[in-house]
């Protein structure tokens, strides 16, 4: 009976064949079983698009199909096929080191079956089992290969990272920008990110080295922050109205505090300011803890029983008075905000622009009570009338997050 081979190449020596050649044909069965499970083949399919047929060689060795590896290598200008014949049930590691952007196909000669396909960008490694689990449609199975490449598209499964680094950006399953990386290269502070269990919030904590670490978020342009959809309060710019209602005219060239009752509409509390003399009246303000203690600016309303178009101009002074210290304290430096035209029509409104920073005496800081002068500036304005005051406006800085 003469010899028969397997679907790998490797020689069946019948009983009683092959006399005097017995050890010639077990060491080629041997190389070839070494080939068949350690092999490395280097196969160029190097040109346009075409299809490479590995072979299998009975009883020997020189089957491109008989290794354990294959790497594809060359220059290909088009999409590639490469098979293997319709009987070859084993496992192959495979590396694409092709140059050019196509496709890489591994299958058998013929069939439905399923295939294995590098991507035109994968230059990467793939373990593949060819089954040869149909005589007509066999299948090629991919296998997980366990290395991950610098350039493969890889989907990591239940994979740890130890201290991993990140580049510039993270990026989305659409390849867009979904965070922004930076490097500092002396940084000791970042951020935490925790999770939480039930009936628990996640955090973003600040952490590091320093004893003391803030956590800046910042918006860009005009954005503002939001939590559920709406705008965050952040410490910053704010206001405080004081009303005329809430002054007291000087005992010395005090304005002189008035109602007013018109046809319709409000009756309103004024203070009226006189066209020929500087007036004065005072109001004081216990400003939040979280107040940063810095200088302030201010707006004046007013309006005039009059239908002259003059222009008023307006002066607001402080001092800052804390606990043990002496109310006889001298205002600071008052500063006159540009001077503001009336409408010319009686009782209309006037909003006078934000005045310059105002520094306040007295060294201010947290819990105590800043006593403010406000004048008309009559060398600054030409309106001839009285000025009637509606109220102050004033704008001042926060710092914190709250007045605990």
């Not at 495979?94 to 013929?110: D, E, H, M, P, W």
Request: proline share 2%; with cysteine.
């Amino acid at each position: 009976m003469a010899s028969t081979y397997t679907d790998l190449g490797i020689e069946l020596m019948a009983t009683g064949e092959n006399a005097g050649t017995w050890g010639t044909k077990t060491n080629t069965n041997l190389s070839l079983f070494e080939q068949l499970t350690g092999g490395f083949n280097t196969q160029s399919i190097a040109g346009g698009a075409q299809t490479t047929a590995l072979t299998i060689v009975d009883g020997n060795t020189t089957g491109t199909a008989q290794h354990q590896m294959l790497e594809f290598t060359g220059t290909i200008t088009g999409n590639q096929i490469v098979t293997i014949p319709l009987d070859v049930e084993k496992m192959y590691y495979l590396r694409n080191s092709t140059s050019g952007a196509y496709t890489v196909q591994f299958k058998y000669v013929s069939g439905s079956g399923d295939t294995f396909t590098f991507s035109a960008t994968d230059k990467g490694d793939a373990i593949v089992f060819a089954t040869a689990n149909d005589g007509t449609n066999p299948d090629i199975y991919t296998l997980p290969a366990g290395t991950v490449t610098l350039t493969g598209t890889q989907t990591l499964t239940n994979k740890t990272l130890t201290s991993p680094k990140v580049g510039t950006s993270v990026l989305d399953t659409n390849g867009n920008e979904l965070a922004i990386v930076t490097a500092t290269g002396s940084a000791v502070n970042e951020i935490t990110l925790a999770n939480a269990a039930t009936g628990n919030n996640p955090s973003i904590t600040a952490s590091g080295d320093d004893t003391n670490v803030g956590l800046n978020l910042v918006a860009k342009g005009t954005g503002v922050l939001q939590g559920g959809g709406s705008a965050l309060k952040i410490a910053g710019k704010e206001t405080i109205w004081v009303p005329a209602v809430s002054m007291y005219p000087n005992t010395t060239n005090g304005a002189e505090a008035a109602q007013v009752e018109l046809a319709n509409g409000p009756e309103i509390k004024v203070l009226d300011f006189d066209k020929d003399s500087d007036e004065f009246a005072q109001f004081a303000v216990a400003f939040p803890k979280s107040w940063n203690a810095g200088t302030v600016t201010f707006q004046a309303f007013f309006t005039a029983t009059s239908t002259d178009t003059g222009t008023a101009a307006w002066g607001l002074s402080g001092v800052a008075i804390a606990d043990n210290d002496s109310c006889n304290t001298a205002f600071g430096t008052q500063v006159v905000a540009t001077a503001k035209a009336h409408s010319g029509t009686s009782n209309d409104l006037d909003v006078a622009n934000e005045s310059g920073a105002v520094t306040i005496a007295g060294t201010p800081g947290d819990n105590e009570q800043v006593f403010f002068q406000v004048s008309r500036d009559v060398s600054a304005d030409d309106l001839n009338a009285d000025a009637r005051l509606l109220g102050i406006k004033l704008f001042f800085t926060t710092d914190s997050a709250n007045d605990a």
